[in-house]
Nanobody, 118 residues
């Protein structure tokens, strides 16, 4: 399985970005998907996750009401719509895909940089 993330960039505070993560390969292995981020000097943290059917989502408190996660199972892509961006949202964003076989580790994408700065 390969996860290809895209959509990062630089945006001013209050702006919006939409991240995409497309899965390819043995996608039948995949269950829930999501996004994590890692800011400079900080640990990686969960941003948002979405269940296999897209009927359940979870968000970090810091992004609730501003970010929306969604997925398209037809082409196995997960999206993160980020609105009202703040400087503290600056980080490398990674997509993650869990496997149905719980004993197996998740897959990680390569990361895409989001910079919120004026």
């Amino acid at each position: 399985v390969q996860l290809q993330a895209s959509g990062g960039g630089q945006v001013q505070p209050g702006g919006s970005l939409r991240l995409s993560c497309a899965a390819s390969g043995s996608i039948f292995r995949l269950k829930g998907m999501g996004w994590y981020r890692q800011a400079p000097g900080k640990q990686r943290e969960m941003v948002a996750t979405i269940s296999a059917r897209g009927d359940s989502t979870e968000y970090a408190d810091s992004v609730k009401g501003r970010f929306t996660i969604s997925r398209d199972n037809a082409d196995m892509t997960v999206y993160l719509q980020m609105n009202s961006l703040k400087p503290e949202d600056t980080a490398v964003y990674y997509c993650i895909a869990e496997q149905w076989l719980a004993s197996m580790p998740p897959y990680w994408g390569q990361g895409t940089l989001v910079t919120v700065s004026s």
